[in-house]
């Protein structure tokens, strides 16, 4: 697992990456934009200009899973991870 956070550059996974597994924090932004849709689009226009295509894929956490306490516990976390425009 890597956690990438707005790298402001590109990384040479080449060929080697198969897919992307991005959480769904159950999130939405003030504006009621589901933060993970969000993140979506940032990475669907990130591949587009690097030339690359892969699956992305949803993880989706059971009820008793901490993931959903921990991204919703910290508003400025949550934006800095799913917001492209932070």
């Known amino acids: 697992m890597i956690v990438l956070r ?3 550059g590109e990384l040479p996974f080449g060929k080697h990456l198969k897919k992307i597994i991005l959480d769904d924090p159950e999130q939405k ?4 934009v589901d933060f993970y ?3 979506v689009g940032a990475l669907h226009l990130a ?6 295509d892969v ?3 949803r993880r989706q956490c ?3 899973c901490e993931c959903k306490n921990y991204w ?3 508003n400025a976390r949550l934006a ?5 425009k932070i």
Request: hydrophobic letters at 30%; glycine letters at 10%.
């Open 55 to 57: 699956p992305i894929k």
């Open 37 to 39: 849709s969000m993140a």
């Open 29 to 32: 932004t003030n504006q009621d």
């Open 47 to 52: 591949m587009q200009d690097a030339g690359v």
């Open 72 to 74: 919703g516990d910290d």
């Open 80 to 84: 800095a991870m799913f917001d492209p």
């Open 62 to 64: 059971p009820e008793e």
């Open 6 to 8: 707005h790298c402001g």
